[in-house]
């Protein structure tokens, strides 16, 4: 079960990115990021509202951290990321997430580690770097700096996956997601309105492709996605759920080429590197 869900997610969140981009056509990375959580919770709310009540006092807290860390702030870094540089080159620097997770969880949760996994980590930072400075220099016209971006949304989606392990593990996978998107309906609406996102011409060509395409990976893609997450992480370990990023950037970088972005050889190498330091750190 878990291996299932493992995969799938590789596919729905490997084509995150491409959906993004199209979005990104007809909105700006605001109002991405805010449709996205929107949608998310509207649709969370109008299929599943019971689950609610499963939620107690206790969960709240720690509900209200992963929807800060692993929704709210991740979901803005990621547009701003994808508008500047190529959603290949975000999928692969998204799979830190595991390298982070095992991070995290030794320096603030009391998870333990061996040493290969530290080599594992140092070699997925070096791939980060390498990946980083070839990709600047061989796309002189993008931004790399918002390569930091992708980097502190992976760091908050590993402190995502520690506090479900270690704090959610007795909760329904599906109510912590009502749960997450309940909390963030309210700022994300009031984000989307200051955009001026309701006064502008939603006949005009690229608007209403991009909100079909957001409410695509907002339902798809956020919503459900974050309730076979959340079950993973209570079915399996962090560090295995978090790797899910191993199939992530081949999603990603065939929807890629698909959309005409180019991805040279050292690119490649520095992603395999990055994944080399993946496995590591989940080899037992």
């Given at each position: 079960?878990?291996?299932?869900?493992l995969?799938?997610?590789?596919?729905?969140?490997?084509?995150?990115?491409?959906?993004?981009?199209?979005?990104?056509?007809?909105?700006?990375?605001?109002?991405?990021?805010?449709?996205?959580?929107?949608?998310?919770?509207?649709?969370?709310?109008?299929?599943?509202?019971?689950?609610?009540?499963?939620?107690?006092?206790?969960?709240?807290?720690?509900i209200?951290?992963?929807?800060?860390?692993?929704?709210?702030?991740?979901?803005?870094?990621?547009?701003?990321?994808?508008?500047?540089?190529?959603s290949?080159?975000?999928?692969?620097?998204?799979?830190?997430t595991?390298?982070?997770?095992?991070?995290?969880?030794?320096?603030?949760?009391?998870?333990?580690?061996?040493?290969k996994?530290?080599?594992?980590?140092?070699?997925?930072?070096?791939?980060?770097?390498?990946?980083?400075?070839?990709?600047?220099?061989?796309?002189?016209?993008?931004?790399?700096?918002?390569?930091?971006?992708?980097?502190?949304?992976?760091?908050?989606?590993?402190?995502?996956v520690?506090?479900l392990?270690?704090?959610?593990?007795?909760?329904?996978?599906?109510?912590?997601a009502?749960?997450?998107?309940?909390?963030?309906?309210?700022?994300?609406?009031?984000?989307?309105?200051?955009?001026?996102?309701?006064?502008?011409?939603?006949l005009?060509?690229?608007?209403?492709p991009?909100?079909?395409?957001?409410s695509?990976?907002?339902?798809?893609?956020?919503?459900?996605?974050?309730?076979?997450?959340?079950?993973?992480?209570?079915?399996?370990?962090?560090?295995?759920?978090?790797?899910?990023?191993?199939l992530?950037?081949?999603?990603?970088?065939?929807?890629?080429?698909?959309?005409?972005?180019?991805?040279?050889?050292?690119?490649?190498?520095?992603?395999?590197?990055?994944?080399?330091?993946?496995?590591?750190?989940?080899?037992?």
């Open positions: 079960m878990r291996w299932l869900l995969i799938g997610l590789s596919v729905v969140w490997g084509s995150s990115f491409i959906l993004m981009k199209q979005a990104l056509l007809g909105l700006t990375a605001i109002q991405v990021g805010a449709l996205r959580m929107i949608i998310s919770a509207l649709f969370l709310l109008i299929i599943v509202p019971g689950k609610l009540k499963l939620i107690h006092k206790r969960h709240w807290k720690y209200f951290l992963n929807a800060v860390l692993g929704t709210f702030f991740p979901v803005f870094l990621f547009a701003f990321a994808v508008k500047h540089i190529d290949g080159i975000v999928a692969i620097l998204n799979s830190l595991p390298l982070n997770t095992l991070l995290l969880g030794f320096f603030f949760f009391g998870f333990l580690f061996r040493k996994q530290v080599l594992g980590v140092l070699i997925g930072m070096l791939g980060t770097v390498f990946l980083i400075s070839q990709s600047a220099s061989l796309h002189p016209d993008d931004n790399y700096w918002f390569s930091l971006m992708v980097i502190v949304a992976s760091i908050g989606y590993a402190f995502n520690n506090i392990k270690k704090y959610l593990s007795d909760l329904d996978a599906t109510a912590i009502v749960g997450n998107f309940a909390l963030v309906l309210i700022p994300a609406f009031l984000v989307l309105i200051g955009t001026g996102f309701f006064q502008q011409d939603f005009r060509a690229p608007v209403l991009a909100v079909g395409y957001m695509i990976l907002a339902v798809v893609g956020t919503a459900l996605a974050k309730i076979f997450f959340n079950r993973l992480v209570q079915l399996s370990s962090p560090v295995f759920a978090s790797s899910v990023t191993y992530i950037p081949v999603i990603a970088l065939i929807w890629g080429f698909w959309d005409h972005e180019h991805i040279y050889f050292s690119q490649i190498l520095a992603g395999f590197v990055i994944l080399l330091g993946v496995y590591l750190v989940n080899n037992k």
